[in-house]
Antibody
Framework: EVHLLESGGGLVQAGGSLRLSCAASGFTFSKYAMSWVRQAPGKGLEWVSGTSDSGGSTLYADSVKGRFTISRDNSKNMLYLQMYSLRAEDTAIYYC????????????WGQGTLVTVSS | NFMLAQPHSVSESPGKTVTISCTRSSGNIASHYVQWYQQRPGSSPTTVIYEDDQRPSGVPDRFSGSIDSSSNSASLTISGLKTEDETDYYCQSYDNNIQVFGGGTKLTVL
């Protein structure tokens, strides 16, 4: 059974940094692209960033480009999101999600971790 | 980048059929797969339709998906509505490796 467990969320001041982690199990992590998707309180889903199975290719939403960095450690089955220069509008639940190759859909999601940026 | 437009809310009675639309603002809806996710309050999203019209195992066949190139839109149809279907639904697609979600539709079954 696929299991994704996010951690690292919390309360941070505007301009601060935070590193989110996602521990993956139940599948061959190194064979799947992964993404971070967030959801602001009471709002819809927003794709944040994605990485290829090897980590060699990364993509970002315009809203976080230059401030967030996605990475992965396939030896530890871990996905990360390093967030810098945080803004109030980054306040959200951050989900990690497993991406199905070629069709780009999210087959499994973690339970999410809440990031609150105070201004 | 393109956008996916969904109605903010839809409502229908138990036992009836409802369709939620997802209209792509630019580019061909058929050029990249469309997915549909169900999200209950306080929970993570789950997939009800992937690759336009495929159902994951465990999703009842009351849920179906389709694509209409003439309107450049995708649709999620739920038949035999149950009160448990009342929640939020999101469409999702991509282009140039950028993922896009629709704004979400709140389904009310009353």
């Amino acid at each position: 059974e696929v299991h994704l467990l996010e951690s690292g969320g919390g309360l941070v001041q505007a301009g601060g940094s935070l590193r989110l982690s996602c521990a993956a199990s139940g599948f061959t992590f190194s064979k799947y692209a992964m993404s971070w998707v967030r959801q602001a309180p009471g709002k819809g889903l927003e794709w944040v960033s994605g990485t290829s199975d090897s980590g060699g290719s990364t993509l970002y939403a315009d809203s976080v480009k230059g401030r967030f960095t996605i990475s992965r450690d396939n030896s530890k089955n871990m996905l990360y999101l390093q967030m810098y220069s945080l803004r109030a509008e980054d306040t959200a639940i951050y989900y990690c999600a497993k991406v199905i190759p070629s069709s780009g859909w999210y087959s499994d999601w973690g339970q999410g971790t809440l990031v609150t940026v105070s201004s | 980048n393109f956008m996916l437009a969904q109605p903010h809310s839809v409502s229908e009675s138990p036992g009836k059929t409802v369709t939620i639309s997802c209209t792509r603002s630019s580019g061909n809806i058929a050029s990249h797969y469309v997915q549909w996710y169900q999200q209950r309050p306080g929970s993570s999203p789950t997939t009800v339709i992937y690759e336009d019209d495929q159902r994951p195992s465990g999703v009842p066949d009351r849920f179906s998906g389709s694509i209409d190139s003439s309107s450049n839109s995708a649709s999620l149809t739920i038949s035999g509505l149950k009160t448990e279907d009342e929640t939020d639904y999101y469409c999702q697609s991509y282009d140039n490796n950028i993922q896009v979600f629709g704004g979400g539709t709140k389904l009310t079954v009353l």
